[in-house]
């Protein structure tokens, strides 16, 4: 029995510290603002260009010179995800060129590496893809 508890507490603790170490990397970058330009939403199915901006919420300054991967993905299982990288089109202004293979409702996954090499992801809905 006193093996078994010490197994317990030790992957307890594994577990905490693995928790902890990720919040922290969340605080680090939650002074990130991701805006998806909403007058080009919903869009329609086929090629779509997604245009958003990166800002530093505590400064109010464009996040330049991210690297950024844009997957779409449709609510249901079972469709193969679109992928694009984002171009930087001014200071803080991003687009990629995205194709949405059928109407429905989407989300965009937004992975980004920032120039100091802290990585985050933002997760955007985009409901009522049409034809």
Excluded at 3 to 10: D, I, L, P, Q, S
Excluded at 15 to 27: F, H, K, N, P, W
Excluded at 68 to 81: D, L, R, Y
Excluded at 93 to 106: N, S
């Amino acid at each position: 029995m006193g093996g078994t508890f010490r197994w317990v507490m030790v992957c307890i603790c594994v577990m905490s510290l693995l928790v902890t170490g990720c919040s922290r990397e969340e605080e680090a970058t939650a002074h990130i603002k991701l805006t998806l330009q909403e007058e080009l939403m919903p869009p329609r199915v086929g090629r779509a260009t997604i245009q958003f901006s990166l800002t530093n919420k505590q400064t109010r300054q464009p996040v330049t010179n991210a690297e950024i991967q844009v997957e779409g993905n449709m609510t249901h299982p079972g469709m193969a995800p679109s992928r694009a990288e984002a171009i930087e089109v001014a200071p803080g202004d991003y687009e990629a060129p995205l194709d949405f293979t059928m109407q429905g409702d989407w989300y965009l996954f937004f992975d980004i590496r920032l120039p100091d090499g802290q990585t985050l992801t933002r997760q955007v809905n985009v409901d009522g893809v049409t034809e």
